[in-house]
């Protein structure tokens, strides 16, 4: 079967369908009901996809309103696709309408185009595909469909306990050619230890999720514009910054603009809480110097943990990370600092962790998500490495990754796509788009994957 032409035939509707999903903007929402846990237009893009596999003859199932299913096939054992339809949100500074879905230039914009709407609907349009050949199912094969994939994995986890694990399993949600190694990943809350000892700080802001480098940093401060002004334009002048200073009574606020990118590769981004603080740090005193200095010395210019001690590589994942992505500061109360910690796959967490010794913060880990990896010698990694190099041409070369997908919840399972090698990732910055020819090349490739894995030979 030539999968690549029957994906071709296919590339307008897939796009339609992609453009409609994309439309739903399904971020977290605190608009959270008892039938719409994680807000209504998550739940609005889950039903879109439950109401699809109905509309093509699929065994569908709603599990609790945060994750579902669609199955087709027979036999005892089950293969498992996961995607995910929750968004992170969009920031400022977009120039594509982020749910638009518009088409330039052989790319079609929007959140979540590339992480993980358009993949997910390359792996359903490719299911369909193999649907319709005529191929029979020897195994059983789901399309599972997440909702929280981006703030912690609550679907799937409440999802498997009531739900059957797959015998093997893939996520379209990261790189090709095939991710078997996945690093922990752990959030770290650093505490202040409020003193008393105030200062001209009154409030400190920046980021909303730790996988996500924070693209904007407001402070307020005491003072006047004449105060603040000279040194602030010259700080900006010096990093390059996008930054704006506005007065209101007695007090200032100063922002600070940066770049977005996901949490595994931090230098991909420019974290603008670290910038902030590394310019307030040297203009207080009291709590809020604290807090801004714990932030500039121990990230600026830090991504891998050196300055807490905590740095450690091995040759199977590389280097462990470090994102500060959350950064709260209130006068009277003191501040916290959430991170996102992605550490290598035999690095020794707890002990390093455990050895912390920051002055004036205490640190608590918030959550912790272990390793995850699958022997390249097994059956199913070989299976997915010959789908590929039959409809590339390429070598399928094993990755390791510092992202966290939905694979790390399978006994059996991987990242498979959808970012090529040598394809920019856009995943969580500004004007995310997926590339229409690697979007059908990626259909081509599950289909195969599919044919193969679950189905009997023709």
């Known amino acids: 079967m030539d999968w690549?032409?029957?994906?071709?035939?296919?590339?307008?509707?897939?796009?339609k369908e992609l453009q409609e999903l994309i439309a739903i903007p399904s971020v977290l929402n605190t608009d959270a009901t008892a039938d719409a846990p994680f807000g209504k237009e998550v739940k609005r893009a889950l039903d879109?996809?439950?109401?699809?596999?109905?509309?093509?003859?699929?065994?569908?199932k709603n599990v609790d309103n945060i994750a579902g299913h669609l199955e087709i096939g027979q036999g005892e054992e089950l293969l498992g696709i996961l995607g995910h339809v929750d968004v992170v949100p969009t920031g400022e500074g977009w120039t594509k309408d982020p749910f638009g879905g518009?088409?330039?230039?052989?790319?079609?914009?929007?959140?979540g185009a590339i992480d993980d709407k358009g993949p997910t609907i390359a792996a359903w349009t490719a299911l369909n595909m193999v649907k319709d050949a005529g191929y029979e199912f020897d195994k059983r094969v789901r399309l599972i469909i997440g909702t929280d994939e981006e703030s912690g994995f609550r679907c799937v986890e409440n999802y498997f306990q009531k739900e059957e694990m797959p015998?093997?399993?893939?996520?379209?949600?990261?790189?090709?050619?095939?991710?078997?190694?996945?690093?922990?990943?752990?959030?770290?809350?650093?505490?202040?230890?409020?003193?008393g000892k105030e200062d001209q700080l009154i409030t400190f802001r920046s980021g909303d999720r730790t996988n996500m480098v924070p693209d904007l940093a407001e402070a307020t401060v005491e003072g006047r514009s004449a105060d603040w002004k000279p040194d602030f334009e010259v700080f900006a002048n010096q990093h390059g910054l996008q930054t704006a200073l506005e007065?209101?009574?007695?007090?200032?606020?100063?922002?600070?603009?940066g770049k977005a990118a996901h949490a595994m590769e931090p230098d991909d981004g420019l974290n603008a809480g670290v910038m902030l603080?590394?310019?307030?740090?040297?203009?207080?005193?009291?709590?809020?110097?604290?807090?801004?200095?714990?932030?500039?010395d121990k990230f600026y210019g830090d991504t891998r943990g050196r300055a807490l001690n905590l740095q450690f590589s091995d040759e199977a994942s590389g280097d462990t990370t470090f994102?500060?992505?959350?950064?709260?500061?209130?006068?009277?109360?003191?501040?916290?600092?959430?991170?996102?910690?992605?550490?290598s796959i035999s690095c020794p967490f707890d002990e390093k962790v455990e050895a912390i010794q920051v002055e004036g913060f205490s640190v608590n880990v918030n959550s912790n998500s272990h390793p995850h990896y699958v022997d390249a010698d097994d059956p199913f990694i070989r299976t997915l490495q010959d789908a590929y190099e039959k409809q590339t041409g390429e070598k399928a070369e094993l990755l390791a990754i510092g992202g966290g997908t939905y694979a790390r919840v399978m006994e059996k399972g991987v990242a498979f796509g959808m970012l090529f090698p040598g394809e920019k990732d856009v995943a969580h910055q500004l004007d995310e788009f997926v590339d229409i020819k690697n979007l059908v090349k990626a259909t081509a490739i599950y289909a195969e994957a599919i044919s193969q894995l679950a189905c009997r030979k023709k």
């Open 167 to 195: 015998t093997m399993a893939f996520a379209p949600d990261a790189d090709f050619p095939i991710i078997n190694a996945e690093k922990g990943i752990a959030g770290l809350v650093f505490s202040q230890v409020f003193s």
């Open 4 to 15: 690549q032409l029957e994906a071709e035939k296919r590339k307008e509707s897939m796009l």
């Open 323 to 343: 994102n500060a992505g959350i950064m709260r500061f209130k006068k009277a109360q003191g501040g916290t600092v959430e991170v996102s910690m992605r550490y």
């Open 247 to 257: 007065e209101s009574g007695d007090a200032v606020k100063l922002t600070v603009h």
């Open 277 to 296: 603080a590394l310019f307030l740090k040297d203009h207080l005193t009291g709590d809020g110097q604290v807090f801004t200095e714990f932030i500039a």
């Open 48 to 60: 879109w996809f439950l109401d699809k596999g109905r509309e093509n003859g699929y065994q569908v």
């Open 102 to 111: 518009v088409i330039e230039d052989g790319k079609l914009f929007g959140r």
